[in-house]
C-alpha cells in the first residue's frame, strides 16, 4: 500500500517491546515474514525524553527492570537507538504511561478504556 506505520506506544520497556514486534515480528511468527513492517517509525515520547524533558513519570516496576535486562541481551534490540533507550530506563529508571494517566497532558487525554 506503501501507507507510512508510526507506532505510539506507553514509554515503557513493554512499549518498547511492543514496537520492535511490529518492526521485526515477534518470535512466534519469525517463519511469516509478512507479518513484519521494517519500515514503521517508533514515534512517540520515549525514555530519553522523559529523562531530558524531566516530564511526570512512574518509577518502573522490579518487572519493568528484569524486562529490560532480557531486552538488553536480545539481538533484536543491538541497534543504537534501542540500547540508547534501554540505557535511558535503567539510568532513569522512570517510564510514562500516557494511557493509564489520564490528566497527562501529553496523552492528549485519552485512556485505555477509551480506545
Do not use: C
Not at 519493568?64 to 530506563?89: A, S, V
Amino acid at each position: 500500500m506503501g501507507l507510512p506505520v508510526y507506532i505510539f506506544t506507553d514509554a515503557d520497556p513493554w512499549g518498547m517491546h511492543i514496537a520492535i514486534v511490529i518492526i521485526s515480528g515477534s518470535a512466534n511468527a519469525a517463519h511469516v515474514k509478512e507479518l513484519t513492517t521494517p519500515d514503521a517509525k517508533w514515534a512517540g515520547i520515549q525514555a530519553s525524553d522523559v529523562v531530558n524533558y524531566k516530564l511526570p513519570n512512574d518509577k518502573l516496576d522490579d518487572i519493568d527492570i528484569r524486562r529490560l535486562h532480557k531486552l538488553m541481551h536480545d539481538p533484536k534490540y543491538n541497534g543504537d537507538i534501542w540500547q540508547r533507550e534501554i540505557n535511558m530506563f535503567m539510568r532513569g529508571n522512570a517510564s510514562l504511561k500516557p494511557f493509564k494517566i489520564r490528566t497527562n497532558p501529553y496523552s492528549r487525554h485519552i485512556s485505555a478504556s477509551e480506545t
